[in-house]
């Protein structure tokens, strides 16, 4: 199964330095890009740049419903660092996966 990164120049580019083979610069159609990799079948993991995660936050709720175990969906910091305040990304990812989170 193949990994796959979406974020900003920067993101992707320390992706690429990192070994992820594919990587996608996320621009104005990047939920229907999220959506088409959510639906393909090689995939494995998909790294979102949490900036951008955030505002998917019911479509990756809804891939997490769907009772599909892959892609898995992880939101990694951009070049600048995480996100600062209220840590949505982790709290849809409890809803989804039960209790057996810390937190």
């Given at each position: ?42 995939i494995g993991i ?42 949505s990304i982790t ?13």
């Amino acid at each position: 199964m193949k990994i796959v990164a979406l974020g900003d120049r920067e993101t992707i580019l320390l992706c690429r330095l990192g070994g992820v083979a594919e990587t996608h610069l996320i621009g104005d159609a990047f939920e229907d890009e999220l959506k088409r990799l959510l639906l393909d079948d090689t995939i494995g993991i998909i790294l979102i740049q949490d900036t951008y995660a955030r505002s998917l936050l019911k479509l990756l709720d809804e891939h997490g419903r769907s009772h599909r175990v892959y892609p898995v969906v992880i939101g990694i910091p951009g070049p600048y660092g995480p996100v600062k305040g209220d840590d949505s990304i982790t709290e849809a990812i409890r809803r989804v996966a039960g209790r057996g989170m810390p937190g």
